[in-house]
């Protein structure tokens, strides 16, 4: 191998390149936000209801059942009503379509700058770090579409971010926020329950779980005294019959089965099963199998391990990738919480780079066929197992949730 071979096979797995890299990357990106904006117009989707929704909230309305748009009811919790109302006000009622575009751009810019930081966190080679910018979609969902999603994103890495900071406190409040805004990020909460048990035990875990309630009631008071049944029924719907013509991951089954009743018990004992198997992995720190584990926290025992950031991360992105890989239907939106979550579970599978840029050319170009397809949907949600499965499997011979962390893969 030369000198330049050399070189450059350095610079694409050696961490310590990131340092000027995702510099470098963060400021292309926001060229490239600039060009998106100029070049490609905007689609109106959901920012005029939004905007209708949030005037009726500003007028004095506070059932939530009675708060719609033109394209259907308010189906998100308060947080999104706070944020929409301020960006009503920002961008005059809605109207100044650019300024919105703009105010998202720095949203997508902010949360950018959060993964790269993550990724630096947990030292992974630098050959991920252009699939971070890189994303038709993802661009889209932000600077072309201003959907709630690129928010809920923010308040989900900042909170990853948080917990590898060991700030705990700090991490569950934004993680509460964003499910405030969202409630998709309720997937990451067995990761963060079995990081409380790590961090207070039983007790602690108790206490925090009370400490992420407080945002969602104090945003919440002004509907749920009017309204408290209605508002929970529509901020969190868990019963909602989705649209078979929306679904972007299980059209290949067929409409009928999609929307059986038995497909969906089945999503969620697939579910559920998957968070059992992982949860004997995400113990392996404390040196017991689960079934001790849960028996001693119960008994007032306190783990006072320091988990690896590493070992965080992949913690609460492999929750994240189980929910969505489970859910009965994801939407084109949904890729927000996705696309800079799989560089990082494809590299944690210990896929060979190549392999890694194909699986994620493959996850990419499934999410931008629209409509969706019999092949696109199978392509997204074999993407989807492929990464959970990977991490299983990759999990079950290699686990270090010391402090020390895993070793970067390109030493």
């Given at each position: 191998m030369g000198p330049w071979a050399r070189f450059i096979y350095n610079v694409l797995t050696h961490p310590r390149h990131t340092q000027w890299i995702g510099p470098l990357l963060i400021l292309g990106d926001a060229v490239l936000c600039a060009l998106v904006i100029w070049k490609i117009s905007y689609t109106e989707i959901d920012w005029t209801t939004y905007m209708q929704q949030v005037k009726l909230y500003l007028d004095g309305e506070r059932n939530y059942p009675s708060i719609e748009g033109s394209t259907g009811p308010l189906v998100y919790p308060a947080g999104h009503v706070y944020i929409y109302a301020l960006l009503?006000?920002?961008?005059?009622?809605?109207?100044?379509?650019?300024?919105?575009?703009?105010?998202?751009?720095?949203?997508?810019?902010?949360?950018?700058?959060?993964?790269?930081?993550?990724?630096?966190?947990?030292?992974?080679?630098?050959?991920?770090?252009?699939?971070?910018?890189?994303?038709?979609?993802?661009?889209?969902?932000?600077?072309?579409?201003?959907?709630n999603d690129g928010i809920?994103?923010?308040?989900?890495?900042?909170?990853?971010?948080?917990?590898?900071?060991?700030k705990p406190l700090l991490g569950i409040t934004v993680w509460s926020l964003g499910v405030s805004v969202k409630m998709t990020?309720?997937?990451?909460?067995?990761?963060?329950?079995?990081?409380?048990?790590?961090?207070?035990?039983?007790r602690g875990s108790v206490v925090q779980a009370i400490v992420a309630f407080q945002p969602q009631m104090l945003l919440a008071r002004p509907f749920t005294r009017k309204n408290y049944t209605g508002y929970i029924n529509r901020a969190f719907e868990l019963t909602r019959q989705f649209m078979f013509k929306w679904t972007v991951n299980w059209r290949f089954v067929g409409e009928e089965t999609f929307l059986s009743k038995e497909f969906s018990l089945g999503l969620l004992a697939l579910h559920v099963s998957l968070l059992g198997f992982f949860s004997t992995i995400w113990v392996k720190p404390s040196g017991m199998n689960i079934f001790s584990f849960a028996r001693?926290?119960?008994?007032?025992?306190?783990?006072?391990?320091?988990?690896?950031?590493?070992?965080t991360m992949n913690m609460m992105l492999t929750s994240l990738a189980i929910g969505m890989l489970c859910a009965r239907s994801l939407h084109y939106q949904f890729f927000a919480y996705l696309a800079w979550a799989s560089p990082f579970l494809l590299w944690q599978a210990n896929f060979h780079p190549v392999l890694i840029y194909v699986l994620w050319a493959v996850q990419e170009w499934a999410w931008n066929v629209y409509p969706s397809t019999n092949a696109s949907s199978a392509a997204v949600v074999l993407s989807l197992a492929v990464?959970?499965?990977?991490?299983?499997?990759?999990?079950?011979?290699?686990?270090?949730?010391?402090?020390?962390?895993?070793?970067?893969?390109?030493?």
């Open positions: 009503y006000y920002i961008t005059d009622q809605g109207r100044d379509i650019l300024l919105g575009q703009t105010i998202f751009a720095a949203i997508y810019l902010a949360t950018l700058i959060i993964v790269i930081a993550c990724y630096r966190q947990v030292h992974a080679p630098p050959y991920l770090f252009p699939l971070l910018v890189l994303s038709k979609r993802l661009h889209s969902i932000y600077m072309l579409r201003m959907f809920a994103a923010f308040f989900m890495w900042l909170a990853i971010y948080s917990w590898m900071k060991k990020l309720v997937l990451l909460a067995p990761a963060i329950a079995v990081l409380s048990a790590f961090d207070n035990g039983l001693d926290l119960l008994r007032g025992w306190r783990p006072r391990i320091a988990l690896s950031k590493n070992f990464q959970v499965f990977g991490v299983f499997i990759s999990g079950l011979g290699e686990v270090d949730g010391g402090e020390r962390g895993k070793a970067p893969r390109s030493q």
